[in-house]
């Protein structure tokens, strides 16, 4: 009998489940095969801050995964939408992200497009506003600079959670108190403090590789650096990440000075609405260092 030596196999019949039932391995497993470096912890915290879907094979394997984090009851972050390779250019990511379009309503949304999903997001219409810079590398210990003038440095505690996530509402646009709650909890972190009030902070928590500094929220870049500073020196010689939307001036000096230099970028673009704000020369707080890709 003739055998043909390839044989075509495109015909997936795929059917939506909710990620909150998938297998934490099987998460894993999806993402390690698009090289990304997420834990089965980072996994499970993106199941406990948001939502998700699953796209499931006939025999329940999980092929691909979309999320969203609600922020706002009007704002909406996407992420981890992932198809495994061999079933990427047939549709599927379409079609998953139709259903989170579906499920997520009118809300506005933004997320932080890789260049593989660039096009696709586009072709839903989210339009491109700023470039992440996702920075890591092994940490250097940088000098201990000179605090800005009339500030002092301390940890963060469980207490300072409203009062950050007051300063994170201003920079971010949308309340994640829920979020910093539980990234708290996970975190070290740092508090610049001016008087008696909160003017940055930073958490640093394990993810991927080694650990990850964000969010960091700052109204300069000297601010900025005092937070991010001490997390750096902790992990000293060790794996650390940091995602910036800064490409020059002295925030992004420093982070390269830190042995993190940019690895890779991604596209911030948004539905519906703009999603960040303009941030040149004000002294209104900013977003120095994203919590995540998925979360903003
Ligand atoms: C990004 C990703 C989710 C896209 O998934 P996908 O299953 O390939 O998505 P689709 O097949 O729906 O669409 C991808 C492209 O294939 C095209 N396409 C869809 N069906 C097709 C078909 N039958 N024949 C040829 N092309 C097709 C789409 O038009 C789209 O093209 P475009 O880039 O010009 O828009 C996938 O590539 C992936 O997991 N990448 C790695 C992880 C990642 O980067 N995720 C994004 C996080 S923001």
Redesign the pocket.
């Known amino acids: 009998m003739e055998r043909a030596d390839s044989i075509k196999l495109d015909s997936f019949e795929l059917s939506i489940g909710d990620i909150a039932d998938a297998d934490l391995d099987a998460l894993h497993a999806l993402?390690m095969s698009?090289?990304?470096p997420h834990r089965a912890e980072d996994w499970q915290l993106a199941r406990e801050l948001g939502h998700g879907i699953v796209a499931r094979d006939a025999i329940g394997r999980v092929l691909?995964s979309?999320m969203w984090f609600d922020h706002a009851p009007d704002f909406t972050t996407?992420?981890?939408?992932?198809?495994?390779?061999r079933?990427?250019?047939?549709?599927?990511?379409?079609?998953?992200?139709n259903h989170l379009l579906a499920q997520t309503g009118s809300r506005a949304i933004g997320?932080?497009?890789?260049?593989?999903?660039?096009?696709?997001?586009?072709?839903l219409g989210f339009a491109p506003e700023r470039t992440v810079y996702q920075c890591q590398g092994d940490a250097i210990a940088t000098p201990q600079g000179t605090l800005p003038s009339g500030a002092a440095l301390r940890s963060l505690t469980r207490d300072d959670l409203d009062e950050i996530a007051a300063l994170d509402r201003a920079a971010y646009r949308a309340d994640r108190t829920s979020v910093l709650a539980r990234l708290v909890e996970l975190s070290k972190g740092m508090a610049l403090v001016r008087g008696d009030r909160i003017a940055a902070y930073s958490l640093c928590r394990r993810f991927g590789r080694g650990h990850l500094i964000g969010p960091v929220v700052a109204a300069s870049d000297d601010d900025a650096i005092a937070v991010t500073r001490p997390h750096v020196a902790d992990h000293a010689g060790a794996f650390l990440r940091i995602d910036t939307r800064q490409k020059s001036g002295s925030f992004a000096e420093f982070v390269a000075q830190c042995g993190l230099p940019v690895y890779d970028t991604?596209t911030s673009m948004s539905l519906r609405r703009p999603w960040l704000i303009d941030d040149a020369g004000g002294e209104k707080p900013i977003i120095y260092g994203l919590a995540s890709?998925a979360l903003g």
């Open positions: 993402s698009v090289g990304w691909g979309a996407f992420g981890l939408v992932i198809t495994l390779p079933l990427q250019m047939l549709g599927a990511g379409t079609w998953l992200m997320l932080n497009a890789t260049r593989s999903a660039r096009r696709l997001y586009k072709s991604v890709h």
